[in-house]
Structure formats: structure tokens, C-alpha cells
């Protein structure tokens, strides 16, 4: 085993021991990641809902087979791409996870960032764009937009599960897609071309 297979490991133990927050009082399992550990695209969500914490898979729900939708259509799945959300654990009634509980994930998130080395990170949704890119960021007037950091390229869209609440941001969203697909083409376009698997 490698030394970054170490630290996957490590870090998922970690993760699955957690108490620093009240979720882990509720959950049934951590939400820790799925998809292609070395992959240059990540994907960021605020935190699991119902069938995740069942699962303990990411995006497994409905908002999940939407989401598998929208990677297809620019040539994405989780055999090419990294998911994780914010928060490991599943706030009680798919409530957003009050900024304690963001905060105590964080350390978490950032190591799965560290280990993953992306070049793009798509944020899914305003809460990990808050976290993530600005602490006040405006989903409805910046989604769509990249901003670099570090060397990583960040944006956000909106998150699935706002776009089966909301039909009309579909469109707006069709092209935020298109542009993600361009700027990975653009950063790092051997994301299309090699064999992949799923880790």
C-alpha cells in the first residue's frame, strides 16, 4: 500500500469515528466520497440526505440520478470524476447543516482535496460555495462563474436537488454544464481520454 493509500485509509477511520459534531448521534453511516481518488474534477455537495446515510454513498437519492444525468452530458460519471459533500453525516430532515457542523467536517474535506490534487472543483450548491469559494456567495447571481485559488478552479451550480424543486433553472444550469466540460478540456482534458476506475 502506497503512502497516499495510507492516508485515504486513515482519513476514512477517522471520518467513521467521528463525534465531533451532533450528527454523528443520528446517523446511520458516513457519507465519505465516491469516484476516481486521482481524478482532476471534484465534485462538492453540502451534505447527505436519506438513502446516502442508509447507503453511505454520496448522491444515491434522487438528487443523485440527477446528478449522474448531468455528469453524462458532458462525458462525466463517477469512474472519471471524485464526489464528496461538506458534511459526512446526515442532518436530521435533510436540514442544511447549521456552520458547526460545516466546521467540524471541514478539516475532513480539505484532506480529501489535499489527497485528491484537482484542478477543478464544482461546488453543488450555495453551501459549499459558501465554504468553499466565499463565505457570502450568491448562488442565483455567480453560479456558473470560475474563480481560481491556489491553483484550483472553483465554481459553483446549482445543486440537484434545487433543480427537481425548480424546473426553470434547468436551462441556465444546461450551461454552466457545457462550461465545465470546456474549462476541463481546456485544464485537463486527459479526464476524457484514460481508462479510469472506480475507487
Known sequence: ??????????????????????????????????????????????????QEDLQGEPFVGAAGHLLDDMLSIIDLDRHNCY????????????????????????????????????????????????????DDFRITKRHGQWVQKNGIWYTAIYHPSALLRDLSRRPETFVDLLSIREKALEVCPQVFQRETVEI
Request: charged share 30%.
Open 1 to 50: 500500500m502506497t503512502t497516499k493509500e495510507q492516508d485515504w485509509e486513515e482519513l476514512r477511520r477517522r471520518c467513521e469515528n467521528c463525534r465531533a459534531c451532533e450528527l454523528h448521534e443520528t446517523r446511520h453511516r458516513v457519507v465519505f466520497g465516491v469516484g476516481l481518488r486521482t481524478s482532476p474534477i471534484l465534485f462538492v455537495g453540502e451534505g447527505p440526505g436519506q
Open 83 to 134: 464526489i464528496a459533500n461538506v458534511v459526512k453525516c446526515r442532518p436530521p430532515g435533510n436540514r442544511d447543516p447549521k456552520p458547526e457542523e460545516r466546521y467540524a467536517c471541514l478539516d475532513y474535506l480539505m484532506e480529501q482535496i489535499r489527497l485528491v490534487e484537482p484542478k477543478l472543483i464544482i461546488c453543488l450548491g450555495r453551501i459549499a460555495a459558501g465554504i468553499l469559494i466565499e
